[in-house]
Structure formats: structure tokens, C-alpha cells
């Protein structure tokens, strides 16, 4: 397949640019290429983490940064829960007991033309470029949700003798007022 690539529901909002490596009917693995995002660390629990997150980020788009210049609201929202009794791409990524959620930034900018957060809590960074094994799923954004098709991202790959490393990824692409069966979830696990 090998061809750079944006998911055809994709709507009003951008996202980052990947190839697709490999596809099967379990799961896909992306290239993704280096992206910016403005993110915040929240403590837990996870599925408190993503609204507190959400308000601070919306919060440096919607014009809370220098200038008060309005950017444009991409996908997806990325974030790693932690996992209870496991052991383990806005995004949410686990950092001890709190999250890290991620606003991907749209493109054309660079960490020099961002403007400046006026939230000391918003930070910038560039996420370097990645390979990734994705899992779509629909429905509510639960723990138990991410965790069922965490498990079974997994198990696929090791069907496919594929190993994984790193915290997983939780990566939302709708906002609340759509209906969870019509979401669109993703789970995400680095690859060698």
C-alpha cells in the first residue's frame, strides 16, 4: 500500500499525514510522519483526564495564547490511560498517576511560528516520526472499552509475531455530541 494517507471520514478537521505499512482485517500499521501538538498533564482518573485536558487545550486554540489567534481544531485528541492491573495517536499518554493529552496542531506550522500559550500549563512539542499499530473501534470512551480492544490489538500482533514497546494510545477523532456508535477510536501501539 505504502501511500500517504487521511481517513476518508475525515471532515472539517486535519490530521496528521501517515502511510499505510500493512493492513489486515485486525488492525493497520501507519508511518507516521512528525507532527506538533499542544499538550497538558492532568491527574486521573483517565476518563476525567480527557475533559479537564480538553478545556485547557480548547481553551490555547480557541485564542488563550499570544496574539489570540484562533487554530484550527485538528484530530485526533490522543491519550494513554493507566492501566489497572496491566502492565503495559485528543491523544492521552499515562505519566505516573496523571495524563498527557494531546491537541495535534495543524499543519504549516513550526514550534518557532506556534504562538505562545498564555497557560503555563500548555505546552508545544514536535512528535518525532513513528510506526504504529492502530486498532479502529467505535463506542463510548471508557476504560473498559480502551482496555478490551487494547487486549485484543495484542493479541494480534502477536499472531502476527509483532512486538510492540511503550505506553498505548488512546486516540479520539469526534467530539461528545456524536453518538458513540459512530465514533471513531483508535487504539495505538508503537512497532518496531
Known sequence: MNETHAEPELRKTGEPAYRILQHSDAFDIRAYEPYLVAEVTVPGPAEAAGGTAFRLLSGYIFGGNSGAQQLAMTAPVTQ???????????????????????????????????????????????????????????????????????????????AASLVSHGEPILSRYNGPYVLPFLRRNEVWLAVE
Open 80 to 158: 494513554t490511560p493507566v492501566m489497572l492491573d496491566m502492565t503495559a495517536p485528543i491523544t492521552q499518554e499515562r505519566a505516573g498517576e496523571h495524563y498527557v493529552v494531546h491537541f495535534v496542531m495543524p499543519p504549516g506550522y513550526t514550534l518557532q511560528t506556534l504562538p505562545t500559550p498564555n497557560d503555563s500549563r500548555v505546552t508545544l512539542r514536535e512528535v518525532p516520526a513513528q510506526k504504529v499499530a492502530v486498532l479502529k473501534y467505535s463506542g463510548r470512551w471508557t476504560e473498559k472499552n480502551f482496555v478490551q480492544h487494547l487486549t485484543e490489538l495484542r493479541e494480534s500482533l502477536r
